[in-house]
C-alpha cells in the first residue's frame, strides 16, 4: 500500500524478505514513527513476533513462513526451529499454518530445499495478497454508499502483506467511489485501533472516527452503525471466532441492535482440527499493557500502583453473534466454511 512518509509516498508492504533479512514495519513506532526493522535469523524473527513488532494473524502467518525459509537457509535443525517459531504467539493458527507450508514442501536434499523454502514463502505472502484483494472485493458488495461501519483491532494491510482484511472491503469501496464513514474501536490495551486502524485509514482517506472502546454500544443504539466487520485469529470448525478482546462484546451489542456482525478471513486462519471455540487458546500477556499505557510522550502508568492487572489478548465470539464470514470465496455461513481449503 502507498503512505506518506516526510512527505513522500512509499509503495511499502507490511513484511517482506532480503535474504537473509526479513525486513517488517516497526508496528510499535506507529503511528508516531514510521521505521523499518530487520531480523538476520529465524529466532531474532520469531521474537519478532512475540513482541509484536509484526502482529496480526496473516502477517504473523506470512512471518512465520519468511522464519521458517530463513532457518532452512541457516541449516537449523527444522524440528527445533519449527517448535521454536511455533511456540511466538498462542492464538493466531494462521502461524502454524505459515511453518507447515515450508516444512511440508521440503525434500532430502538441503541445498535444493534453500530455493524451495524461499521460493514457498514468498508464494504464502503473495497468496496472502491475493486473498486479502479478493476478501475486498466480496466484502465491498456487502457496503452501501454512506455506510457506518465499524471495526475493532487493527485488521488492516499492517496486519496482514497488504489491504487487510476487515479493512479490504472498506477500501474497495472507497476506490468505487461509495461514501463509507469508519468508526475505530480504540483497542485497549495496546490500542491498535487508535494507534494503527487511524493511521491506515488517514492514509487511505476514509473519514472515521476513533472511539473509545466503552462507546460501540453507544453509537449502535443510536442508529449510527449501520455494519460491522472485523478481523480474526482463528475460526473453529463450527464458525466460533476468536479475534482481539473485545470482540466478543462487540458482537452481542451489534445482534442486540439488529446490525450484522462480519467477520473477514482468508482460508489461513480456519482451523479445521479445532472443534469449537473452547479448544482456542488464548493468550495472556503482560500486565504491564493494562497498567501503563504509552504514546507520543512515552509511557506512563495509569493504575493504582500496587493493584494486580490480568491482560486477556483475545475473546471467542460465538458463531450465534456471526452473521456471515467474507472470504477469498465469497461470504459464508458458518455452516460454509468447510469450503475453505488452505
Ligand atoms: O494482538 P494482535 O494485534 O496480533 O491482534 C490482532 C487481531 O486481533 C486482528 O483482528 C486479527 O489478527 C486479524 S488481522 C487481519
Known amino acids: 500500500m502507498k503512505v506518506k512518509v516526510d512527505g513522500e509516498e512509499k509503495e511499502v508492504k507490511t513484511v517482506w524478505f532480503e535474504q537473509p533479512d526479513v525486513v517488517m514495519i516497526d508496528q510499535p513506532k506507529l503511528p508516531f514513527e514510521f521505521a523499518l526493522k530487520r531480523f538476520s535469523n529465524y529466532k531474532a524473527t520469531a521474537d519478532a513476533i512475540t513482541t509484536m513488532v509484526v502482529r496480526g494473524a496473516p502477517a504473523i502467518g506470512a512471518t512465520a513462513g519468511y522464519a521458517t525459509a530463513q532457518a532452512v537457509l541457516q541449516g537449523e535443525d527444522m524440528q527445533t526451529a519449527a517448535d521454536y517459531i511455533k511456540k511466538a504467539r498462542p492464538t493466531a493458527i494462521d502461524l502454524a499454518h505459515g511453518v507447515d507450508r515450508i516444512l511440508n514442501v521440503l525434500g532430502d536434499d538441503a541445498e535444493a530445499n534453500k530455493k524451495i523454502a524461499v521460493e514457498e514463502a514468498e508464494k504464502l505472502a503473495q497468496e496472502y495478497i491475493e486473498k486479502c484483494s479478493k476478501i475486498g472485493d466480496n466484502g465491498n458488495e456487502l457496503i452501501k454508499d454512506g455506510d457506518k461501519i465499524l471495526t475493532h483491532c487493527n485488521a488492516g494491510w499492517l496486519a496482514c502483506v497488504e489491504w ?25 490495551p495496546r490500542c491498535q485501533g487508535a494507534r494503527l486502524t487511524a493511521w491506515e485509514m488517514a492514509q487511505e482517506g476514509v473519514e472515521h472516527a476513533v472511539i473509545a472502546d466503552n462507546s460501540a454500544g453507544y453509537y449502535m443504539k443510536k442508529g449510527e452503525v449501520n455494519l460491522c466487520i472485523t478481523g480474526a485469529d482463528r475460526v473453529a470448525r463450527n464458525g466460533d ?26 482460508a489461513n486462519t480456519y482451523d479445521f482440527d479445532c472443534e469449537n471455540g473452547d479448544a482456542i487458546p488464548i ?57 475453505l481449503t488452505q
Open 241 to 266: 471466532t476468536a479475534n482481539k478482546i473485545g470482540t466478543y462484546e462487540k458482537a452481542v451489542v451489534a445482534k442486540a441492535n439488529n446490525i450484522p456482525f462480519y467477520i473477514a478471513i482468508p
Open 283 to 339: 493468550e495472556e500477556r503482560d500486565e504491564g499493557e493494562v497498567t501503563h499505557m504509552w504514546g507520543e510522550g512515552g509511557k506512563i502508568r495509569i493504575a493504582n500502583p500496587n493493584s494486580k492487572a490480568r491482560n486477556p489478548a483475545f475473546d471467542v465470539t460465538p458463531a450465534e453473534y456471526i452473521t456471515g464470514y467474507i472470504t477469498e470465496k465469497g461470504v459464508l455461513k458458518a455452516e460454509e466454511l468447510s469450503q
Open 164 to 188: 487487510g482484511t476487515a479493512t479490504a472491503p472498506i477500501y474497495k469501496a472507497k476506490r468505487a467511489g461509495k461514501t463509507v464513514f469508519v468508526w475505530v474501536d480504540e483497542t485497549r
